[in-house]
């Protein structure tokens, strides 16, 4: 009987690698009834329903071999295959607790790095299930209004609660972030605070008061070169904006009474960098400094002298 039962089973194998799961169905019950002590035909059984998509007629048929594992007493490694199976389905099932359920049991039955690196996954997938179920729109609105209602009294380590509850309700309203970054910059934690103006603008890049509130955190920190091309990006949005008007005008002023924050400010900028790449305008460059009066001649070239008016406004050269 067991030898035939092992024939069965060998039988079963071929068709699964196949994919003809039906006759591998077939082989495998016919091993079970030949032998029904013996988990691996049932444990088979259950790979071709999690191939066939059936993940409770799976999960099942793993049970069984788990209870007729136990009472024969087989091999550990084998009882943890089962159980990492039975999570397995879950996860497909996207019941993300009852799978981490299972793979812990397979865990505590046989520890292999693939259980370890599975449990790991679905943490992280449950986590993300978890905030998911949290966000509330509406709850949000009253956590800032709450939020608000601190901020106005000077409360700001209260709104900082609030609007922090109001951010995990709705992560993706831009609002919230910059209110925060408010209470942040009254409590002198800039750090903080141009974390959330980054997110708020990253979130809607249109968003003015994200730029500006960006704008003033920078100029508390000192940083008047970035803080202009927080004040750049909100004109973009809005250029008649006073209040980004009054920002950039500050810290130009800031920037070009300190030559170095000019310079650093100007090599961070793209469109300098580039210029300064180009091997033609490099060769312009030595040329006006060998010889002043090269640079006469080179804005004759409208294209050039876009070029060179850039690298003067950032004040990369400067003209006598």
């Known amino acids: 009987m067991a030898e035939e039962a092992v024939r069965e089973k060998e039988l079963g194998n071929a068709e699964y690698k196949k994919k003809n799961f039906e006759a591998a169905k077939a082989h495998y019950n016919k091993a079970i009834s030949l032998d ?17 998509r059936k993940y409770q007629e799976c999960i099942e048929e793993c049970l069984k071999a788990i209870d007729i594992g136990r009472e024969q007493r087989a091999d550990y490694k084998v009882i ?25 049991k397979s865990l505590s039955e046989h520890r292999t790095p693939e259980t370890r690196q599975l449990i790991s996954e679905l943490e992280a ?38 609007y922090t509850e109001a951010i995990k309700r709705n992560p ?25 103006c980054d997110k708020c603008v990253e979130l809607d890049p249109k968003f003015i008061k994200g730029w500006i509130r960006k704008g003033k955190i920078l100029q508390g920190m000192q940083d008047a070169g970035k803080a202009m091309t927080a004040y750049e990006k909100a004109l973009e949005v809005d250029p008649n904006n006073a209040e980004a008007s009054e920002g950039f005008r500050q810290t130009m002023m800031a920037v070009h009474s300190n030559p170095e924050e000019a310079r650093k400010r ?12 180009d091997p033609a305008m490099r060769l312009i460059l030595e040329q006006m400094q060998n010889d002043p009066k090269a640079l006469q001649e080179h804005l004759k070239d409208p294209e050039v002298a876009v070029k060179i008016q850039k690298l003067i406004e950032s004040g990369i050269i400067g003209i006598r």
């Open 36 to 52: 029904g002590t013996n988990i691996t035909y049932r444990t088979n059984l259950a790979a071709v329903y999690f191939e066939e």
């Open 80 to 104: 943890a295959k089962a159980f990492t199976r039975i999570g397995n389905s879950y996860r497909r099932l996207n019941d993300f607790k009852t799978a981490k359920t299972y793979y812990d």
């Open 125 to 162: 997938l449950i986590k993300e299930e978890e905030r998911r179920a949290y966000v509330d729109p509406a709850k949000a609105e009253e956590e800032k209004d709450k939020g608000n209602d601190a901020f106005k009294k000077g409360d700001y380590a209260t709104a900082v609660k609030f």
């Open 172 to 196: 993706e309203d831009p609002k919230l972030y910059s209110n925060r970054a408010a209470c942040y910059t009254k409590l002198a934690a800039f750090d903080l605070g141009l974390r959330d």
């Open 266 to 277: 100007a090599m961070a900028d793209p469109e300098v960098q580039q210029i300064l790449r």
